[in-house]
């Protein structure tokens, strides 16, 4: 008979068995780690109405849309501009993704969050008011200038516009010259900017068409009320209602106030 | 060990962002090692740790400089990975709906959770299961938690019975007591294996 009462393996033995449960961790837990707290990011490649993109992100959000291009050059720049490594994925995290496609659908109310550390508060508040243009609608720089309370920095507004890390998701594209010009893009140039905003559905030759003849404003016979030309309310108006304006003095002249939507009159000292 | 808290504390409290990466390189093993050891999964156990890590990252990031270089980085990380990999386990057993047997006053329901959350067989986990090291890994999950706890820390992960103290927020001498009480029961257990496996030999 074998007695169980006494113990026949030493606690030392156990301790030792114990000592030898430890593991390297995975190779994918620091990687992982570091992209989860923003130090590192991953990037993968969607489509869009001018052609691929690389859109890059980290745990604090998205970082980057670029044109697709080679990876290693992307990548190689990536690094230099933004000092963090970068690696391919397969795909967006899929929340993300339908997130994008939703941004895209013109759905502004869906959130996104962005990575944009080291931005200054000024280029943050002029991407935060492109982000409130709804889609098939643009405005001028002069009027994202005086939204956001500094009518004086058109110019510095253009500037943060072309340094707009997220083109796409944050809708840079909705904003044209104060001219009414479509003007300069950064994704690629201002042939792809004709291209996005033909596919929210906006008539780039036409807005172009009537800003040549100096029309600024359309304003509606039966309501009263002057809109910017893309401004959702002034696509409305039945052509035979359509009163076009040169100026904001020429409407208030005639007894029309402002659309409270595009607020038409916003950025009208400097643009005038 | 104590070496490398000291080189990296003041780098985190001067350049977090510059330092963070050294600071997962030094830890990521014992930190896995760790979550494995307590949930048994090798999946739950890297997500468990990584999530450790956020947590340790958002709060340096938040200390002001002294407090960042006074940090004992060794047991704060591990009481980190222990909490989430409590709540991990906590939730892992909440059941699908409402059970009556949860509700068990005599203890019995601690039993079956125990048989009920043994880890799942993955190919990582059944590779190891042929060495000796998977008879204890297995042995240790079916610790009951205030045992098993106490034993990864000391045993598994090398801690000193203060930096134990300092993690788990329980006096030294608890502490002693549960390890070793601990032991005892992991190699009874053992012994009782080893006991069926003669008896099938014979058999």
């Known amino acids: 008979m074998i007695r169980h009462d006494r113990p026949t393996v030493d606690l030392a033995e156990v301790e030792a068995a114990l000592a030898g449960l430890a593991l390297p961790a995975p190779p994918t837990l620091a990687p992982a780690t570091l992209l989860a707290v923003g130090l590192a990011d991953a990037y993968a490649e969607i489509a869009s109405p001018i052609g691929p993109l690389f859109v890059a992100w980290n745990g604090r959000g998205v970082s980057a849309v670029v044109a697709a291009e080679e990876p290693s050059e992307f990548e190689e720049r990536f690094f230099a501009q933004v000092g963090r490594p970068i690696r391919r994925a397969e795909a967006l995290p899929a929340r993300l993704a339908r997130a994008i496609d939703r941004r895209l659908a013109g759905d502004r109310r869906i959130r996104i969050d962005l990575d944009l550390r080291g931005r200054t508060d000024f280029e943050r508040a002029v991407w935060m008011k492109a982000l409130e243009i709804p889609r098939g609608e643009v405005r001028p720089y002069a009027w994202v200038a005086a939204e956001i309370g500094r009518p004086r920095a058109v110019r510095a507004v253009g500037s943060a516009l072309a340094h707009n890390p997220v083109p796409l998701v944050v809708p840079c594209h909705r904003v044209v010259r104060s001219d009414g010009l479509c003007g300069e893009y950064s994704l690629g140039g201002p042939d792809n900017k004709r291209t996005i905003l033909a596919a929210e559905g906006l008539d780039p030759d036409e807005l172009e068409a009537l800003a040549r003849r100096g029309i600024r404003y359309i304003g509606s016979d039966t309501t009263r009320v002057f809109c910017l030309p893309s401004c959702h309310n002034a696509r409305r108006i039945q052509p035979r209602h359509r009163v076009p304006f040169r100026t904001a003095g020429e409407s208030a002249a005639a007894g029309y106030r402002a659309c409270r939507d595009c607020r038409p009159t916003s950025g009208r000292a400097v643009a005038a | ?203």
């Open chain 2, 1 to 203: 060990m104590e070496q490398m808290d000291d080189d990296l504390r003041p780098g985190l409290a001067r350049d977090l962002d510059g330092t963070f990466e050294a600071l997962v390189r030094a830890h990521e093993g014992r930190l896995y090692t760790i979550a494995l050891r307590l949930l048994g999964d090798p999946r739950d156990a890297e997500e468990v740790a990584q999530d450790a890590f956020v947590r340790a990252y958002r709060a340096i990031a938040s200390y002001d400089a002294p407090r960042i270089r006074e940090l004992r980085l060794r047991p704060w990380l591990a009481a980190i990975v222990v909490n989430l990999a409590r709540n991990r386990a906590t939730r892992r057993r909440q059941p699908p709906s409402v059970s009556l047997d949860h509700a068990a006053p005599d203890g019995s329901a601690v039993a079956d959770r125990l048989t009920t959350s043994a880890p799942t067989v993955d190919p990582a986990i059944a590779a190891e299961r042929r060495e000796s090291a998977a008879r204890w890994a297995a042995l240790l999950t079916g610790l009951p938690d205030r045992y098993r706890t106490p034993i990864v820390l000391r045993h598994v992960d090398g801690l000193s019975f203060a930096e134990m103290a300092d993690a788990l927020g329980r006096p030294e001498g608890t502490l002693k007591a549960q390890v070793h009480r601990g032991l005892a029961m992991l190699r009874t257990a053992h012994e009782a294996g080893l006991r069926a496996e003669r008896q099938e030999m014979t058999a």
